[in-house]
C-alpha cells in the first residue's frame, strides 16, 4: 500500500511560481515512478510529467510540451517527496494537480498508475 498527498496549491497571478509536493508512505518509495497529471473543470485529466526510476528507452524525465520549460519534477527518496515547481504559471494552468505512483517504468497515461492522491488545487488569475 502506497499513500500519497499533494500540497502546494494555491492562488497566483499570471506569470508567477509555486511548488507542488507529492508526500508519500512505503517503504519502497524510491522504486516508484511518480507521474503529475491535472484536471480543469470540464476538462479530461492530463498529463504533465512523471520522474522514473527506469528507462525502457524513452527519458527518465518527461514533460508534456504545454509545460515544458517552465514546470519541473525532482525527487527525494530520503524524504519521501517528489516536487513540481512551477514558473510562469498561466491561466490556462489553472486546475486539480494529482501526483500518481507506478512501479519504475514513467509513463503518461493516467491508467496506467496504481496510487494517486486527493489532489491540490491551482488557480492563476489574469
Known amino acids: 500500500q502506497v499513500q500519497l498527498v499533494e500540497s502546494g496549491g494555491g492562488l497566483v497571478q499570471a506569470g508567477g511560481s509555486l511548488r507542488l509536493s507529492c508526500a508519500a508512505s512505503?517503504?519502497?518509495?524510491?522504486?516508484?515512478?511518480v507521474g503529475w497529471f491535472r484536471q480543469a473543470p470540464g476538462k479530461e485529466r492530463e498529463f504533465v510529467g512523471f520522474?522514473?526510476?527506469?528507462?525502457?528507452?524513452?527519458?527518465?524525465?518527461d514533460y508534456a510540451d504545454s509545460v515544458k520549460g517552465r514546470f519541473t519534477i525532482s525527487r527525494d527518496n530520503a524524504k519521501n517527496t517528489v516536487y513540481l515547481p512551477m514558473n510562469s504559471l498561466k491561466p490556462e494552468d489553472t486546475a486539480v494537480y494529482y501526483c500518481?505512483?507506478?512501479?519504475?517504468?514513467?509513463?503518461?497515461?493516467?491508467?496506467?498508475?496504481?496510487?494517486w492522491g486527493q489532489g491540490t488545487q491551482v488557480t492563476v488569475s489574469s
Open positions: 512505503g517503504r519502497t518509495f524510491s522504486s516508484y515512478a
Open positions: 520522474v522514473a526510476v527506469i528507462t525502457r528507452g524513452g527519458r527518465l524525465i
Open positions: 500518481a505512483g507506478r512501479v519504475s517504468y514513467g509513463s503518461s497515461r493516467a491508467d496506467e498508475y496504481d496510487y
